[in-house]
């Protein structure tokens, strides 16, 4: 049956009647097109589902700031600034907002339907600490973005992409609201990175009288499907790409299915660790939280969430998981770049799935297929440490004996005080340089710096070193600031290690890691779980690349009560690597970071094969133990290559039992390989 087209008026609005048994689920309220008036770019679908409203509102630039009544919902009034990112527009006026992403009426529709096309993102919001400086595209709570794009099928089906000519400072209130908001603009095109593609967040800044725990607040009831969204701008290159993180997410119930996420720095970022924010805001004048005294950040977590069928791509992460009842299955993910290089080496950085960090709960990784990065999957229980830049300086010393090469780097230390003024953001976007001028709102998620008791305004950071204090700011770059940060979790891990009490040794293991039925390869180490509990890497198939750094299979560093089974390993140098004195270890536990180690683990089922055609002469491709209480091999498979020394199983194994090994392998209990 032909759909009866009612011409209504060519001024206010175009209305199409669908016929009475139609399927409409749930009703469109608004389909917004191009300034021709022709070609559909997205709709707005009303909430509910009243299948009698048979009517859609045709809307274009030529009557966008005109309404329309009954049956259509009123329509926005758009001015052409809001026309111009009208996917932003369409999601602040479905979920009752105003154009900086406050609520000021009850949600008009739930849905946001773009259509096949290509749609440019023309501007940069003002965003606060934790999210970074700036955003394309925030999406609040009780909103789906949908396209039509899947997994297998074409990435540009429904295609996001920053205007690669020129990003424009979203206009404050007063210049969106002028017809000569354009000129005012013209000349003001923006270079650097931005640090947020799409923000699923309930808030993007603050507002007067607006509490930190408000600001805070994740989003909830979120949709992300189907469509593509490139990271990269213009002046990007291959190792400084224009978008960090180009998905962020923070919240509740939140699905993000078949999207194309390429060329940022970070694929999907689900979680924040506020690490200079602490978690009680007391210590924020805790002189000792800039020693030895270990105070506590603060998170925001992703919960009771999905992604699932995306297919990502970022240069140092694809998916990175901060929260608890997550499920990551189903993605081809692929991570462009190592840090990981060489033997000598302790720890890599990037990522394929990154399952847990500072304490994460019940996190599901499975179905996935991941191509490259240090680690396949890996995950870090550390200590969640409140970190400030009095901090780094206190323990530079320690940080440089780690990684000598800062002390020329920066030689006059992680901090630098010729700061003159601090920065932040007014409400309105604008900025602001001295404290006198600093409203309140614009403290919302900041600290106090205990020395000078200035407030650290992080509101406006465009990244985690950008912090200072107005006097002093922390100057160390890109990974070296993740290096150095690693030293002093390690510090407070180990501190806390040391005492008896379960509640404070084990204070930001993650828990309940599954890594299951996934497809890894080409990492430097296949399956890293540090500082994790009761967890499983089972039935995946580990496989090293033939050629370059292959280190481990499966590594539990710092774990206990986890377990490995059934896994197919290949081509490592070590298959498996359990590692880490517990604190009552009579070899000493100089440097450990958990009060068990690694104990009561169990190996079973995994077929080990070391067939990596390497130069070097006798590596053990075997099991590799050298850990604390009570860890078994079970029922396991190795074959080792020819001219391969031994697959060796050293200290402190308990139990050693029914495993299929080739003649010569060193099964012996306590000798160190």
Request: glycine share 8%; with cysteine.
């Amino acid at each position: 049956m032909v759909a009866l087209f009612c011409c209504v008026s060519l001024l206010l609005a175009v209305y199409f009647c669908m016929p009475s048994n139609a399927a409409l689920s749930p009703p469109c309220a608004m389909v917004f097109h191009d300034a021709s008036g022709l070609v559909p770019l997205l709709t707005v679908c009303a909430s509910g589902s009243n299948t009698s409203r048979q009517q859609q509102c045709m809307v274009n630039p030529r009557n966008a700031n005109r309404s329309v009544s009954s049956p259509c919902l009123s329509l926005p009034q758009w001015n052409i600034a809001e026309q111009n990112n009208y996917i932003q527009t369409a999601l602040y006026w479905a979920t009752g907002r105003d154009p900086e992403g406050f609520v000021v009426a009850d949600a008009r529709a739930q849905r946001v339907v773009l259509s096949n096309h290509v749609h440019t993102l023309n501007y940069v919001m003002s965003t606060w600490y934790p999210y970074g400086n700036s955003t394309l595209l925030h999406v609040p709570s009780n909103v789906s973005l949908e396209g039509s794009s899947t997994l297998h099928g074409s990435a540009n089906q429904t295609a996001l992409t920053p205007n690669q000519t020129c990003l424009q400072r979203w206009p404050r209130a007063l210049e969106r609201n002028t017809t000569t908001y354009t000129k005012l603009r013209a000349a003001t095109c923006l270079s650097g990175s931005v640090l947020n593609g799409i923000l699923v967040s309930e808030y993007r800044v603050g507002r007067a009288n607006m509490s930190t725990s408000e600001f805070l607040s994740g989003a909830e009831n979120v949709v992300l499907h189907g469509f593509s969204l490139t990271g990269r701008l213009q002046s990007s290159t291959s190792s400084s790409y224009g978008i960090v993180n180009t998905v962020s997410v923070v919240g509740t119930n939140v699905s993000i299915s078949s999207l194309h996420v390429a060329d940022g720095q970070v694929g999907i970022q689900t979680g924040y660790f506020l690490q200079f924010i602490p978690q009680n805001p007391s210590d924020s004048s805790n002189i000792s939280c800039e020693t030895t005294g270990w105070c506590l950040a603060k998170r925001m977590e992703l919960s009771a969430s999905t992604v699932h069928d995306c297919n990502v791509s970022g240069y140092l992460q694809g998916i990175t998981v901060i929260g608890s009842d997550v499920v990551v299955r189903d993605n081809v993910i692929k991570v462009l770049h190592k840090e990981w290089i060489n033997a000598n080496q302790a720890f890599g950085v990037t990522m394929g799935v990154s399952a847990g960090f500072v304490g994460s709960r019940n996190v599901l990784v499975t179905g996935n297929s991941i191509r490259g990065a240090d680690y396949s999957v890996g995950s870090d229980g550390s200590y969640p440490l409140y970190m400030s830049p009095e901090l780094f300086r206190n323990h530079w010393n320690t940080i440089v004996q780690h990684f000598p090469q800062f002390r020329t780097k920066y030689p006059k230390g992680p901090v630098s005080c010729s700061v003159a003024s601090v920065h932040s953001r007014q409400p309105d976007g604008s900025m602001v340089t001295n404290h006198s001028d600093i409203p309140a709102v614009a403290r919302v998620g900041a600290v106090r710096y205990k020395c000078t008791s200035r407030p650290m305004l992080v509101a406006a950071a465009g990244s985690v070193h950008d912090m200072t204090d107005g006097q002093c700011k922390l100057v160390l770059n890109g990974v070296d600031f993740i290096y150095a940060s690693q030293v002093l979790l390690d510090m407070a891990s180990h501190d806390h290690a040391l005492s008896n009490n379960p509640k404070v040794y084990d204070v930001g293991f993650n828990e309940n890691l599954t890594i299951l039925n996934n497809i890894l390869f080409g990492s430097s180490c296949g399956v890293s779980l540090y500082r994790a509990t009761v967890s499983n890497v089972n039935n995946n198939t580990i496989s090293a690349s033939p050629t370059g750094l292959a280190m481990y299979g499966v590594e539990l560093g710092m774990s206990h009560n986890c377990s490995v089974h059934g896994n197919t390993i290949a081509n490592w140098t070590v298959g498996t690597l359990a590692e880490g004195a517990a604190v009552n270890d009579p070899r000493g536990c100089a440097a450990c970071q958990a009060h068990l180690g690694a104990s009561f683990n169990t190996f079973a089922a995994n077929n080990i094969r070391g067939l990596h055609a390497r130069s070097e002469v006798g590596v053990a491709v075997g099991y590799h133990i050298n850990a604390g209480v009570a860890n078994a091999i079970l029922e396991c498979t190795v074959v080792v290559r020819p001219g391969a020394e031994s697959c060796t199983w050293a200290k402190g194994i308990d139990t050693v039992a029914r495993a299929n090994v080739p003649a010569g392998c060193n099964t012996a209990h306590g000798q160190i390989p």
